[in-house]
Protein backbone atom coordinates (compact mmCIF):
# COMPACT_ATOMS: atom_id res chain seq x y z
CA UNK A 1 0.00 0.00 0.00
CA UNK A 2 1.00 4.11 -0.53
CA UNK A 3 3.67 4.97 2.51
CA UNK A 4 3.36 8.36 3.99
CA UNK A 5 6.44 9.54 5.41
CA UNK A 6 6.64 12.84 7.68
CA UNK A 7 9.94 14.88 8.60
CA UNK A 8 10.92 16.17 10.88
CA UNK A 9 9.54 13.47 13.93
CA UNK A 10 10.04 16.11 16.45
CA UNK A 11 10.38 19.75 16.59
CA UNK A 12 11.00 22.34 18.91
CA UNK A 13 11.08 26.30 18.21
CA UNK A 14 11.23 29.82 19.91
CA UNK A 15 8.26 31.53 19.31
CA UNK A 16 8.13 33.76 16.42
CA UNK A 17 10.25 30.97 14.53
CA UNK A 18 9.00 29.49 11.12
CA UNK A 19 9.44 26.35 10.11
CA UNK A 20 9.06 24.01 7.90
CA UNK A 21 7.32 20.41 7.76
CA UNK A 22 7.67 17.72 4.92
CA UNK A 23 5.53 14.98 3.87
CA UNK A 24 6.59 12.12 1.14
CA UNK A 25 4.47 9.87 0.14
CA UNK A 26 5.00 6.96 -2.79
CA UNK A 27 2.17 6.54 -5.08
CA UNK A 28 -0.19 9.19 -6.98
CA UNK A 29 -3.20 10.29 -4.32
CA UNK A 30 -6.46 11.92 -5.10
CA UNK A 31 -6.49 13.91 -1.68
CA UNK A 32 -3.91 15.31 0.96
CA UNK A 33 -4.96 16.64 3.89
CA UNK A 34 -2.87 18.85 6.83
CA UNK A 35 -4.55 18.07 9.84
CA UNK A 36 -3.26 19.75 13.71
CA UNK A 37 -3.96 17.80 16.55
CA UNK A 38 -4.21 19.75 19.71
CA UNK A 39 -3.88 18.80 23.16
CA UNK A 40 -7.07 17.89 23.71
CA UNK A 41 -6.97 14.67 20.82
CA UNK A 42 -9.23 16.78 18.12
CA UNK A 43 -7.92 16.67 14.45
CA UNK A 44 -8.39 20.02 13.32
CA UNK A 45 -8.34 21.04 9.44
CA UNK A 46 -6.10 23.08 7.60
CA UNK A 47 -5.36 22.13 4.81
CA UNK A 48 -7.44 20.64 2.00
CA UNK A 49 -4.61 20.34 -1.29
CA UNK A 50 -4.24 17.30 -3.57
CA UNK A 51 -1.81 19.70 -5.59
CA UNK A 52 -0.72 23.44 -5.82
CA UNK A 53 -0.29 26.15 -2.77
CA UNK A 54 -2.50 27.43 -0.30
CA UNK A 55 -2.13 30.36 2.31
CA UNK A 56 -4.64 30.87 5.15
CA UNK A 57 -2.82 32.99 8.05
CA UNK A 58 0.46 32.17 9.39
CA UNK A 59 0.20 29.05 7.64
CA UNK A 60 0.62 27.95 3.96
CA UNK A 61 1.26 24.89 1.81
CA UNK A 62 2.43 23.82 -1.24
CA UNK A 63 2.02 20.15 -2.71
CA UNK A 64 4.29 18.69 -5.71
CA UNK A 65 2.00 15.72 -6.93
CA UNK A 66 4.09 15.09 -9.86
CA UNK A 67 7.08 14.70 -6.90
CA UNK A 68 4.94 13.35 -4.40
CA UNK A 69 5.25 15.62 -1.65
CA UNK A 70 3.81 18.59 0.88
CA UNK A 71 5.43 21.33 2.45
CA UNK A 72 3.89 22.86 5.32
CA UNK A 73 5.17 26.23 6.05
CA UNK A 74 4.26 28.06 9.76
CA UNK A 75 5.29 31.49 10.09
CA UNK A 76 5.91 33.89 13.21
CA UNK A 77 4.75 30.44 15.45
CA UNK A 78 3.10 30.74 18.51
CA UNK A 79 3.14 28.47 21.50
CA UNK A 80 -0.79 27.69 20.44
CA UNK A 81 0.82 26.27 17.40
CA UNK A 82 1.87 23.73 19.62
CA UNK A 83 1.10 19.87 19.09
CA UNK A 84 0.81 16.79 16.17
CA UNK A 85 1.19 17.84 12.60
CA UNK A 86 -0.57 15.14 10.26
CA UNK A 87 -0.30 14.56 6.79
CA UNK A 88 -2.78 12.66 5.22
CA UNK A 89 -3.24 11.22 1.33
CA UNK A 90 -6.23 9.38 0.12
CA UNK A 91 -5.81 7.09 -3.22
CA UNK A 92 -9.42 5.02 -3.32
CA UNK A 93 -11.88 6.09 -0.41
CA UNK A 94 -9.44 6.47 2.98
CA UNK A 95 -7.10 8.63 4.17
CA UNK A 96 -3.60 6.87 5.12
CA UNK A 97 -1.96 8.97 7.85
CA UNK A 98 1.88 9.63 8.36
CA UNK A 99 3.03 9.17 11.42
CA UNK A 100 3.67 13.05 12.27
CA UNK A 101 5.75 15.64 12.93
CA UNK A 102 5.13 16.85 16.73
CA UNK A 103 5.54 20.60 17.56
CA UNK A 104 6.25 22.14 20.68
CA UNK A 105 6.45 25.95 20.67
CA UNK A 106 8.12 27.69 23.91
CA UNK A 107 7.45 31.22 24.86
CA UNK B 1 -25.03 20.01 13.39
CA UNK B 2 -22.12 22.09 13.11
CA UNK B 3 -19.81 19.42 13.08
CA UNK B 4 -19.11 16.14 13.54
CA UNK B 5 -19.99 14.56 17.05
CA UNK B 6 -19.23 11.41 18.98
CA UNK B 7 -20.43 9.71 22.06
CA UNK B 8 -19.44 8.50 24.69
CA UNK B 9 -16.55 10.90 24.90
CA UNK B 10 -14.74 8.01 27.27
CA UNK B 11 -15.43 4.53 27.88
CA UNK B 12 -14.02 1.99 29.91
CA UNK B 13 -15.00 -1.52 29.80
CA UNK B 14 -14.09 -4.83 31.71
CA UNK B 15 -12.58 -7.55 29.37
CA UNK B 16 -14.98 -9.52 27.21
CA UNK B 17 -17.91 -6.74 27.17
CA UNK B 18 -19.83 -5.12 24.16
CA UNK B 19 -19.32 -1.85 23.65
CA UNK B 20 -21.45 0.39 21.28
CA UNK B 21 -19.69 4.03 20.09
CA UNK B 22 -21.98 6.79 18.10
CA UNK B 23 -21.00 8.73 15.30
CA UNK B 24 -23.28 11.71 14.00
CA UNK B 25 -21.81 12.97 10.53
CA UNK B 26 -22.26 16.83 9.58
CA UNK B 27 -25.63 17.28 8.21
CA UNK B 28 -25.65 16.39 4.61
CA UNK B 29 -22.43 14.27 4.59
CA UNK B 30 -23.08 11.26 2.58
CA UNK B 31 -19.81 9.20 3.36
CA UNK B 32 -18.94 8.34 6.79
CA UNK B 33 -15.46 7.06 8.27
CA UNK B 34 -14.34 5.08 11.01
CA UNK B 35 -10.58 5.09 12.22
CA UNK B 36 -8.82 4.70 15.05
CA UNK B 37 -5.41 5.98 16.95
CA UNK B 38 -3.50 4.12 19.17
CA UNK B 39 0.13 4.39 20.29
CA UNK B 40 1.48 1.51 18.45
CA UNK B 41 0.03 2.02 15.41
CA UNK B 42 -0.70 5.10 14.66
CA UNK B 43 -4.04 6.56 12.83
CA UNK B 44 -5.71 3.57 11.05
CA UNK B 45 -8.49 3.37 8.81
CA UNK B 46 -11.18 0.98 9.74
CA UNK B 47 -14.45 1.44 7.72
CA UNK B 48 -15.82 4.12 5.47
CA UNK B 49 -19.23 4.54 4.33
CA UNK B 50 -21.27 5.80 1.51
CA UNK B 51 -25.48 6.19 2.63
CA UNK B 52 -25.70 3.48 4.48
CA UNK B 53 -23.64 0.83 2.20
CA UNK B 54 -19.98 -0.32 3.50
CA UNK B 55 -18.04 -0.15 0.30
CA UNK B 56 -14.89 -0.80 2.58
CA UNK B 57 -14.73 -2.67 5.56
CA UNK B 58 -10.79 -3.74 5.18
CA UNK B 59 -9.74 -1.95 8.28
CA UNK B 60 -11.83 -3.60 10.52
CA UNK B 61 -9.28 -5.61 12.87
CA UNK B 62 -11.13 -8.86 13.58
CA UNK B 63 -14.85 -9.82 13.11
CA UNK B 64 -15.33 -8.80 16.58
CA UNK B 65 -15.99 -5.43 15.13
CA UNK B 66 -18.57 -4.46 12.63
CA UNK B 67 -20.55 -1.16 12.08
CA UNK B 68 -23.63 0.29 10.62
CA UNK B 69 -25.10 3.19 9.51
CA UNK B 70 -28.91 4.19 9.40
CA UNK B 71 -31.15 6.83 7.04
CA UNK B 72 -27.69 8.12 5.62
CA UNK B 73 -26.60 9.56 8.69
CA UNK B 74 -25.70 8.36 12.60
CA UNK B 75 -23.23 5.44 12.86
CA UNK B 76 -22.59 3.05 15.58
CA UNK B 77 -19.53 0.62 15.94
CA UNK B 78 -19.79 -2.30 17.58
CA UNK B 79 -16.70 -4.32 19.37
CA UNK B 80 -17.88 -7.99 20.95
CA UNK B 81 -16.05 -9.32 23.43
CA UNK B 82 -13.47 -6.65 24.27
CA UNK B 83 -9.87 -7.39 24.52
CA UNK B 84 -7.06 -4.74 26.42
CA UNK B 85 -5.51 -4.06 22.63
CA UNK B 86 -8.72 -2.41 21.77
CA UNK B 87 -8.13 -0.21 23.73
CA UNK B 88 -7.63 3.07 21.78
CA UNK B 89 -9.30 6.61 20.68
CA UNK B 90 -11.69 5.99 17.80
CA UNK B 91 -12.35 8.77 15.83
CA UNK B 92 -15.38 9.11 13.40
CA UNK B 93 -15.17 11.57 9.85
CA UNK B 94 -17.69 12.02 7.18
CA UNK B 95 -17.04 14.39 4.01
CA UNK B 96 -19.55 15.50 1.25
CA UNK B 97 -21.33 13.26 -1.61
CA UNK B 98 -18.00 10.66 -1.69
CA UNK B 99 -13.98 9.96 -0.75
CA UNK B 100 -11.70 11.73 -2.03
CA UNK B 101 -13.17 14.98 -0.75
CA UNK B 102 -12.05 16.85 2.36
CA UNK B 103 -12.83 14.80 6.04
CA UNK B 104 -13.94 16.42 8.73
CA UNK B 105 -13.48 14.47 12.08
CA UNK B 106 -15.15 14.45 15.69
CA UNK B 107 -13.51 14.82 19.01
CA UNK B 108 -13.41 11.10 18.67
CA UNK B 109 -14.52 8.44 21.99
CA UNK B 110 -11.49 6.95 24.03
CA UNK B 111 -11.78 3.28 24.85
CA UNK B 112 -9.88 1.95 27.85
CA UNK B 113 -10.66 -1.94 28.42
CA UNK B 114 -9.31 -2.83 31.81
Known amino acids: GIQVEQSPPDLILQEGANSTLRCNFSDSVNNLQWFHQNPWGQLINLFYIPSGTKQNGRLSATTVATERYSLLYISSSQTTDSGVYFCAVDRTDKLIFGTGTRLQVFP | GAGVSQSPSNKVTEKGKDVELRCDPI?????LYWYRQSLGQGLEFLIYFQGNSAPDKSGLPSDRFSAERTGGSVSTLTIQRTQQEDSAVYLCASSFERAYNEQFFGPGTRLTVL
Open chain 2, 27 to 31: SGHTA
